[in-house]
T-cell receptor
C-alpha cells in the first residue's frame, strides 16, 4: 500500500519567515495530494490540494509543489504569522478515495 | 463543503464497556470514513463505512472490535467495543461529497475524544 513520509516533524520559524514542509510517497499511481491544518483540539481542515496534472498551485501565502518523477510534494508558507502555528498533515490519495497521511509537522511561529 | 457533526464530543469510559459514536452530515455524501488519531499522532484509517453493507476495514482493525453501521447517505456510527486504555484516542469521521473517478476532497467531523480508564 501507499506510504507517506513527512519532514520535519517539528519546525520553528520567526514571524515573517517562510516555512517549508516536505512529503514523499511510494505509490506512483497516487494522483491527489491534499494538505490539512489541525489546530489544537480542532478537526483537520483542508488548506490546499494539488492534483497530479499540475506541478504547482498557489493560494495567497501558501503554495504546494509536486514532483511526480521524484514522488515528492511540498508545502510552502510565506510571511508566516502566529496564527499559522498548528500541526500540518500531508496526504496521498489511493484507490477508492482513501487517503494515507504523513506523520505531521508541528509548526511554531514565534512572534 | 458539508456540515458534519459527531456525538458525543468526548467521553470517559470504563474498561470492558462499549461506546457508540455517531456521525451526521447535513447533506447526502457518497463516502464516509472513520479514522483514529492517537495523542500527538497522525490519522489512521479504521474503515470505510458502506451504505447498506458491511464496512471495509483496514489492516489491523476488525469488525468485532469496531462495528460500523451506515443505514443511509447522511449517517454512520462507529462502536468501540470491549474498551481498554489503549483505545483512548480521538475518533473522527470524514466524508467525500461527490466521489467518482476523480479524487474528491475529504472533510472531517469535529472528532470524539475518548478516554478509557
Amino acid at each position: 500500500g501507499e506510504n507517506v513520509e513527512q519532514h520535519p516533524s517539528t519546525l520553528s520559524v520567526q514571524e515573517g519567515d517562510s516555512a517549508v514542509i516536505k512529503c514523499t510517497y511510494s505509490d506512483s499511481a497516487s494522483n491527489y495530494f491534499p494538505w490539512y491544518k489541525q489546530e489544537l483540539g480542532k478537526r483537520p481542515q483542508l488548506i490546499i490540494d494539488i492534483r497530479s496534472n499540475v506541478g504547482e498551485k498557489k493560494d495567497q501565502r501558501i503554495a504546494v509543489t509536486l514532483n511526480k518523477t521524484a514522488k515528492h510534494f511540498s508545502l510552502h508558507i510565506t510571511e508566516t504569522q502566529p496564527e499559522d502555528s498548528a500541526v500540518y498533515f500531508c496526504a496521498a490519495h489511493n484507490a477508492g478515495n482513501m487517503l494515507t497521511f504523513g506523520g505531521g509537522t508541528r509548526l511554531m511561529v514565534k512572534p | 463543503s458539508a456540515v458534519i457533526s459527531q456525538k458525543p464530543s468526548r467521553d470517559i469510559c470504563q474498561r470492558g464497556t462499549s461506546l457508540t459514536i455517531q456521525c451526521q452530515v447535513d447533506s447526502q455524501v457518497t463516502m464516509m470514513f472513520w479514522y483514529r488519531q492517537q495523542p500527538g499522532q497522525s490519522l489512521t484509517l479504521i474503515a470505510t463505512a458502506n451504505q447498506g453493507s458491511e464496512a471495509t476495514y483496514e489492516s489491523g482493525f476488525v469488525i468485532d472490535k469496531f462495528p460500523i453501521s451506515r443505514p443511509n447517505l447522511t449517517f454512520s456510527t462507529l462502536t468501540v467495543s470491549n474498551m481498554s486504555p489503549e483505545d483512548s484516542s480521538i475518533y473522527l469521521c470524514s466524508v467525500v461529497i461527490f466521489g467518482g473517478t476523480e479524487p474528491d476532497t475529504q472533510y472531517f467531523g469535529p472528532g470524539t475524544r475518548l478516554t478509557v480508564l
